[in-house]
Nanobody, 111 residues
Framework: VQLQASGGGLVQAGGSLRLSCAAS????????MGWYRQAPGKQRELVAF?????TTNYADSVQGRFTISRGKDTVYLQMNSLKPEDTTVYYC????????WGQGTQVTVSS
């Protein structure tokens, strides 16, 4: 299974970005899909996840601003009202017998 993340970039504070992560290969019956982020020197943070049944969970720091959704083989993260502290690399993952990771996509929010 391979994951390809896209959608990162540079945006001003208050702006929006939409991250996508497409899975390819043997993707039958993917379970949970989600996003982490990790800034240099900081602990990895679970941003959001969505189960195969559609249940979602968000970090307190993004609740009400980010929305996670999924298609059959793709997970999305709609990020609104972005803040400078959201600046970091975002990593997608899926749980499909094992955990698979995407390559990371940089999000930079300028003040």
């Amino acid at each position: 299974v391979q994951l390809q993340a896209s959608g990162g970039g540079l945006v001003q504070a208050g702006g929006s970005l939409r991250l996508s992560c497409a899975a390819s290969g043997s993707t039958f019956s993917i379970n949970t899909m989600g996003w982490y982020r990790q800034a240099p020197g900081k602990q990895r943070e679970l941003v959001a996840f969505i189960t195969s049944g559609g249940t979602t969970n968000y970090a307190d720091s993004v609740q009400g601003r980010f929305t996670i959704s999924r298609g059959k083989d793709t997970v999305y993260l709609q990020m609104n009202s972005l803040k400078p502290e959201d600046t970091t690399v975002y990593y997608c993952y899926i749980d499909h017998r094992s955990r698979y990771w995407g390559q990371g996509t940089q999000v930079t929010v300028s003040s």
